[in-house]
């Protein structure tokens, strides 16, 4: 019985989020020789699709910061749905992404 417990102890740890690239990104985003808004896109979609597939979760402001790539791009309806994502994921959220998209469609208007 003491073996189980001490093997059970050393299991690998999972993590409650898939962080994938998504602190790299937004480091270089912040950065002045940051890749291009495209290439950061692609490399956050590459991570919210192994997520998926390992059937793990995004970690909070992932989807957020998608949607605030999207949007530099032009992008506006999958900026929406990014910021929508994030909402559902995180409802504590709500109040910031409500506010984004609100002044989104106002500066658009």
């Known amino acids: 019985m003491f073996v189980g ?3 059970g102890c050393a299991a690998p740890n999972k993590g409650l989020y898939s962080w994938n690239s998504y602190q790299t990104e937004v480091y270089s985003y912040l950065k002045s020789d940051a890749p291009s808004v495209d290439e950061q896109i692609l490399s956050l ?4 699709q ?3 597939a390992q059937g793990a979760h ?4 992932y989807s957020a910061h998608l949607g605030l790539l999207y949007l530099n791009t032009g992008r ?3 900026a929406i749905a ?3 994502q994030e909402k559902k994921e995180f409802p504590e ?3 910031y992404i409500d506010y984004l998209i609100n ?5 658009r208007s």
């Open 5 to 7: 417990l001490v093997s």
């Open 45 to 48: 979609e590459k991570g919210v």
């Open 50 to 52: 192994q997520t998926a």
């Open 58 to 61: 995004l970690p909070p402001g």
């Open 76 to 78: 506006t309806d999958q």
């Open 82 to 84: 990014a910021w929508e």
């Open 93 to 95: 959220s709500a109040q």
């Open 103 to 107: 002044n989104m469609k106002k500066n």
